[in-house]
Each structure stands twice: as C-alpha cells, then as structure tokens.
C-alpha cells in the first residue's frame, strides 16, 4: 500500500465571486522512502499540493490517505496533532524563529511530544549533528549563512522523525554551492535513512536527485518520470535522532 | 528549551519597546496604587476619630478661635468627663518648606489620647519646662534633634522667633497615627499671645463624654449653651470632625479614582496597541509553529503569556515599589501624608486591573493568532 495516495482531489480557491481551480481531480500514489520531485511553472498548484500533503489547507473535495490515515477530514486540532507526528516541513525561505538559537530552532517541534528536556536537547543535538551543525547550534539564524539556515531548517522537520519530509523549493533561495549541499543533505536522509521525502522545485537540476518527478500543469499531472525507489533502511530513529519522539515508529516503516 | 525559553525570547525581540511598556505600565500602577492608598488613608481618618471625644470649634470655623472661658462651662456640663483644650501655631521652622504640624495643648489634652505615647520619664520633664516641647519620633529623625535640643520656631500667627527645648519624643500608640508633629504647652503660648494682645482664646477644645451614646445630646447642649453669644460653637464627635476635614477637600474621591481609571485606560490602550503589532509582526512565525503542530489554542496560549509577563513585571514595578515606598520606607510625601500604607483591599485592585489589562491587551492579538490560517500568513512571507 502506498504511503500517500492522494485521489480526485480538487482544490478551488474562491476570489471575491470568483472562483479559481487549482487542483482539478488530481490523483497520486507516493511510496515509502521514495523521493519525489514536483515541478511546474507558477501557479500550477504544486505549493498547494505540497499544502495539502501537510495537513496545512484541506480539499474542496477528494480524499487524501497518509499511512492509511484519512487526513482531509480530520479536525483542526487533531490535525495539528497528526502533523507534529507525521510532518517535517521545510520552507524556501528557511522561518527559523529569529530569536531562539539553532539548537532551539530545532527543540522546537519537540514541545510537542511527551520527551523531557534533557531528551529533547539530545534529540535537537543528534539532528543538528546529521546536517552537520553540531558547531554552530548555539548560533542564532543572524550568525548563519543561508545553506547553514536551510540545513537548521532540516534538523527542524527531522527531528520529530516524521513520516513525511515536505519541501517546498528547498534550493530557492541559496547560491548553487549550498543548494548542491542541501540537496546532498535530502539525498542522504532519503538513501540513508529511508526518509520520503516531496520536493517542490523548479530546478530541472534539483529535481535529477529526486528518484521521481511529476509535473504539473494548470492542476493536473502532465508528466511521471519515475526512476527506482531509494532502498534507504532505517529511519532518522535509528541513528539516534527521533528516537522516543511521538512519530518515531511511523518514520522508521 | 521549553515553552516559557519561546515567550521570555519573544519578549526580548524588542527589548526597549518592551522595557519602555513595562515601565510604563509599572508607572501607571503606581499611580494607580498610591491615588488609591491615599484615597483609603484619607478616608481612614474618620475611623481614626474616637466616639468618645467631642471637638468643639467656633462655629465659623476652625481658624476663628474660642475664649477659654468656655472651658469652666464646659466642664461642668452633664456627661462631660474632662476637658482638654489646644491651639494651631503655625511656627515655621527655618524654611516654609520644613512644614510641620505644632500645637499649643494643655496637659489634660495629651491624657486624653493614649495614641501619644511618652515615657514618664520625658512626659516628666516635659511637664516641668514652661518651653518645653514633645515631638513625634519621625519629626526627630526627620530633622536630625536630640532631646535636650532647643528648637526655633518662626511664628506666623505669633509673630517672633519663639524658643522651644525638646523634652520628650512620642511614638504613635496605633499604626497610622501621626508620628510628626509638636506639642508645647498651652500656657507658653499664652505668654506669647498676651505680649501680641491675642491671649485668653483657644483654637478647639475636646469633650471627653462618659457615655458614647450622648455624644449627639452633649454636642446638641453646647452648641445651644453659646447659641446666642459672640463665639458660638460647633461640637460634633471627633470622627464627624475628621471627616469634615476630609470634606474641606470636595469630591477628592471622585477625582483621585477619575484620574486612576483614566490613567489605567490609557495605559490599557497603549499594552494593547503593544500587544497587537507585537503579534501582527510575527504572523508568518506563528504560521511556522502552526506548520510544525502547535494547535490554535498553543499559540493563543504564547500570545497571552506574553502579556502577561509584561502586565507582571508592571505589577511587580508598580505595586511592588509603593508597598516598598509606603508600607516598608515610611515615605510621607514630606509630612503631608503620614501613615500611608498599601492596604491588602488596594493591592489586590491593581492585581484586578492588571489582569485585567492582560487579558484585554491580549485578546484581540491572541484571537488573530489563533485563526491565522497557515497558507495565507506562509504565501504572505514567501
């Protein structure tokens, strides 16, 4: 069974009177530990996509099933809970609080789960070492270059050990040394730790890492380039990062 | 890491614009705190007043004085136990602005309130000097006398530099009793007046009365016994006479909670306005904590936690530094105002008005944060 199957989704934004479609019956199976490009000019709903893969926006009709959990009908609360578990969400523009330190940053989503806080500062420290900032966690985001704010962001959305990695133009905004280093970064936790992973991009090249990419156009899928699933064993629990956390289990399937 | 390390760093993102609203909450309350404490002290007086005692002013009022030949008619008059009889001297001591209260009183006078409390020792000495002084221990340490001091008054009724020696130091017999001011006997003044032609009068004189209950039926005959002389009198108990003090200031109360209420509105306007840009300039991270899970009610929570850390450290500021000021330091606004004291009643009203202010600065803000929906506040960043 696929881990995400996404089926006749629509997603119609209403402007005023006007309504906009953005979706239009979309339908998507995503695999355990596969990493998955989305691609498409402006507009052609792969944010929303993306959005509604979180748990962030909800359908105008259709049914979306992560690890066989029907997330398009569930309640606001219940959503968030499911999100803190399943979810790890990493943005463009990194939205690291600007007030807390990395190591914070990264402790952040761990509020949220029933971890002490001597468990929750290992947790955050093991993260941070996988991206390679065990130097810098006590650096706030202003002290960090834009490719150590990314791989902070990172840390962030794996150290719950979430059953989905959701990226949303990861590489946008860095120089193409970081953007290499970022993506090096998703290709590792996808090979290595058998993460899946959805990356919006409209990089041609970010998107060769990914072992498959779709596009879409006007919200329908135009194009399914699909190459071999990453066979990655483990999940971010098994080196030490997640381990105890409330999404632990479903990360390691 | 926890979720107060997220309130206290959210607090210190704006360090002075934070500092400048607490400061100017914790002012506000003052305020607030010492308005209300001095509106409560002013209205403690009348409870001060014993039903026992009976002051008898000239019925023109209190700077019009009596002859003390009253005071032989007044004692013999039914149900009156003793009668003590004092002066207003209006002495200035060096400089106007060392202002202090000092009466002429006759012996009978300092027997009559127990509040006064001298060693027999000093109360001897003080007895045996004809310019002999008795001076509240706060007096003393205000202006640094020892007893055995002589101290110089400048008479502005009586005019004349007039010596006095300090003989005995009081100390008030019940909290908030008047700890500065300065006794001398009556029949110095009279010395004094006589070489000016003013001697032979008194300024008030006090009816002790047996029975507390003909209070109202003395009062009545003395005031009808000169009804029809040069001085009549006015007699009332001592707490009816307070309180006309009280009233000598009109409708003080409604301006002093006017001015706290206005002064707690506006402060409240100001947190408010604090509160919301505060949480309006960080939409797009309470959008981020809603990405990673935190429920509407976890940010509604953080928000309102900030305002109240802020409304807290007003409170400690406010509340904390006039209980500091008024209950711990004594301060009597230089002898205007002696025996002001925080009551637990006013305390617990700035308490009230900080909730308050917490709660309604934070209200609107929290409830945006609360429904901030996710995709709008992230495409609103991106």
Redesign the interface.
């Given at each position: 069974m696929p881990l995400v199957e996404v089926r006749d989704v629509r997603k119609v934004y209403r402007r005023d009177t006007v309504e906009v479609p953005v979706l239009d019956g979309l339908n998507l199976d995503i695999e355990q530990g596969e990493f998955l490009a989305l691609m498409g000019p402006s507009g052609s709903g792969k944010s929303t996509l993306l959005?509604l893969l979180?748990g962030?926006?909800s359908p105008t009709s259709g049914s979306i099933r992560v690890g066989g959990e029907e997330i398009s009908s569930m309640k606001?609360?219940r959503l968030?809970?499911?999100?803190?578990?399943h979810?790890g969400?990493v943005?463009?523009?990194y939205?690291l609080?600007?007030?807390?330190t990395a190591?914070?940053n990264v402790?952040?989503?761990l509020?949220?789960t029933p971890l002490n806080?001597k468990q929750?500062?290992e947790h955050?420290e093991t993260a941070l070492r996988i991206v390679g900032l065990e130097e810098r966690m006590h650096h706030f985001p202003r002290q960090l270059s834009g490719g150590q704010e990314q791989r902070v962001a990172i840390a962030?959305a794996i150290v719950t050990d979430p059953t989905l990695i959701l990226a949303?133009e990861p590489t946008g905004d860095l120089d193409a040394k970081s953007a290499e280093e970022i993506l090096d970064l998703l290709g590792r936790l996808n090979a290595e730790y058998g993460k899946t992973i959805v990356m919006v991009t409209h990089d041609p090249h970010a998107a060769e890492r990914a072992g498959r990419t779709l596009h879409l156009e006007k919200g329908v899928l135009v194009g399914d380039g699909a190459r071999p699933v990453a066979a990655g064993a483990g999940a971010v629990s098994g080196a030490g990062a997640g381990a105890g956390a409330a999404g632990g289990e479903e990360g390691a399937r | 890491m926890t979720r107060a390390t997220l309130v206290r760093a959210n607090l210190g993102r704006h360090k002075r614009r934070t500092i400048l609203t607490v400061l100017g909450l914790g002012i506000a309350l003052f305020l607030f705190v010492t308005l209300q404490t001095f509106l409560h002290t002013l209205r403690s007086i009348g409870d001060i007043g014993s039903e026992t005692h009976l002051v008898v002013t000239n019925k023109l009022g209190i700077v019009f004085p009596l002859p003390m030949a009253y005071r032989a008619r007044l004692q013999a008059m039914e149900g009156v136990e003793s009668v003590g009889y004092a002066s207003w001297f209006g002495g200035i001591y060096q400089d106007p602005s060392n202002f202090f209260a000092n009466f002429a009183v006759d012996p009978e006078y300092l027997a009559m309130y127990p509040e006064i409390v001298v060693s027999p020792e000093h109360r001897e000495a003080f007895m045996a000097d004809r310019t002999g002084a008795i001076v509240g221990v706060r007096l003393m340490e205000r202006f640094g006398w020892q007893v055995g001091q002589t101290v110089t008054l400048q008479g502005t009724i009586y005019p004349g530099n007039h010596d006095f020696t300090i003989r005995g130091v009081y100390s008030a017999g019940r909290k908030g009793f008047d700890e500065t001011s300065l006794f001398f006997h009556h029949r110095y003044l009279e010395e004094i007046a006589r070489n000016q032609g003013m001697d032979g009068v008194v300024g008030w004189y006090v009816l002790k009365v047996t029975d507390p209950n003909q209070a109202a039926a003395i009062a009545q005959a003395v005031d009808e016994a000169y009804e029809n002389s040069a001085s009549p009198t006015r007699a009332q108990t001592e707490k009816a006479f307070n309180l006309s003090f009280i009233g000598m200031y009109g409708n003080i109360g409604f301006f002093l909670n006017a001015i706290g209420m206005a002064v707690v509105f506006a402060i409240l306007m100001v947190s408010a306005n604090t509160m919301a840009m505060s949480a309006r300039e960080r939409f797009s991270e309470i959008a981020v904590l809603k990405t990673l899970g935190f429920t509407d009610g976890d940010v509604l929570r953080i928000v309102v936690a900030e305002a109240a850390w802020i409304v807290g450290l007003g409170l400690a500021l406010g509340l904390g530094g006039a209980v500091l000021l008024f209950n711990v330091m004594d301060f009597d606004m230089g002898g205007f105002a002696p025996g002001l004291s925080v009551s637990p009643g006013v305390a617990l009203g700035a308490f009230g008005i900080g909730l308050l202010i917490a709660t309604a600065s934070a209200a609107i803000p929290a409830m945006q944060a609360a429904r901030l929906k996710v995709t709008d506040a992230l495409r609103y960043v991106a």
């Open positions: 959005n979180a962030l926006d606001p609360k968030a809970a499911w999100r803190a578990r979810v969400f943005f463009q523009m939205n609080i600007p007030v807390l190591l914070q402790e952040l989503p509020l949220l806080k929750r500062r955050a962030r949303d | -």
